[in-house]
């Protein structure tokens, strides 16, 4: 899957720098509408902040592996007060030739279930988790876009979803109608409600 990208990417001596055109007021008709859902209003600030508390407070590190959310679920966590002592990062492999390279999706597995499904979700989280020896790792695929590989099964605003800490995993496949932006923002809240439940609720045992 492909994406069309609002960053102009420059690569010097092997370090990639993102550009972007200074926005001012008098631009702001013209801004694309998924600048505004950065800042997340389906966020529930208060859950968010709760997650970080509880991921701070007990020494874990969180990492992120994005294809649909392509970085805006690491925003998320990155505006979130106490991000330094447990957010590690994200890796954003929107692409299926990312998910290979950087996170040893295999071939087979992609051509079998495709990019979105539930079979990779799964493996992207496992992956990223072992790669950066985090203690806790959510994946994310989905469809906010029609494209080729929509269908009846999986249509536009599908989403899976995989938590992965200690010894277990929490899968979730999760619709959302709307505009791809209300999708991803969608996604990404329902993400931060699922941990949510699961930190709250003592799901998480070491092993």
């Given at each position: 899957?492909?994406?069309?990208?609002?960053?102009?990417?420059?690569?010097?001596?092997?370090?990639?720098t993102c550009i972007t055109r200074a926005v001012t007021s008098s631009d702001?008709?013209?801004?694309?509408?998924?600048?505004?859902?950065?800042?997340?209003?389906?966020?529930?600030?208060?859950?968010?902040?709760?997650?970080?508390?509880?991921?701070?407070?007990?020494?874990?590190?969180?990492?992120?592996?994005?294809?649909?959310?392509?970085?805006?679920?690491?925003?998320?966590?990155?505006?979130?007060?106490?991000?330094?002592?447990?957010?590690?990062?994200?890796?954003?492999?929107?692409?299926?030739?990312?998910?290979?390279?950087?996170?040893?999706?295999?071939?087979?597995?992609?051509?079998?279930?495709?990019?979105?499904?539930?079979?990779?979700?799964?493996?992207?989280?496992?992956?990223?988790?072992?790669?950066?020896?985090?203690?806790?790792?959510?994946?994310?695929?989905?469809?906010?876009?029609?494209?080729?590989?929509t269908s009846v099964e999986k249509p536009v605003g599908t989403v899976f979803?995989?938590?992965?800490?200690?010894?277990?995993?929490?899968?979730?496949?999760?619709?959302?109608?709307?505009?791809?932006?209300?999708?991803?923002?969608?996604?990404?809240?329902?993400?931060?409600?699922?941990?949510?439940?699961?930190?709250?609720?003592?799901?998480?045992t070491e092993i």
């Amino acid at each position: 899957m492909v994406g069309c990208s609002p960053f102009k990417i420059s690569f010097a001596s092997g370090i990639a720098t993102c550009i972007t055109r200074a926005v001012t007021s008098s631009d702001k008709e013209s801004r694309p509408k998924f600048l505004y859902s950065m800042y997340n209003p389906k966020i529930n600030k208060e859950k968010l902040a709760y997650c970080g508390a509880h991921l701070a407070n007990n020494k874990l590190k969180l990492i992120l592996a994005e294809s649909m959310t392509a970085g805006s679920l690491g925003l998320t966590f990155s505006l979130e007060k106490q991000s330094g002592d447990y957010f590690l990062g994200s890796i954003v492999c929107y692409h299926d030739d990312m998910k290979i390279q950087s996170l040893q999706i295999d071939k087979d597995l992609l051509n079998s279930y495709g990019g979105v499904s539930a079979e990779v979700t799964r493996v992207l989280a496992k992956n990223v988790k072992d790669n950066y020896q985090a203690d806790l790792a959510i994946a994310v695929t989905g469809f906010a876009f029609d494209c080729k590989e929509t269908s009846v099964e999986k249509p536009v605003g599908t989403v899976f979803m995989e938590i992965c800490f200690a010894n277990r995993s929490v899968s979730k496949k999760l619709h959302f109608a709307g505009a791809a932006e209300e999708i991803i923002a969608a996604a990404n809240a329902a993400i931060i409600d699922e941990l949510y439940e699961i930190l709250k609720n003592n799901e998480w045992t070491e092993i």
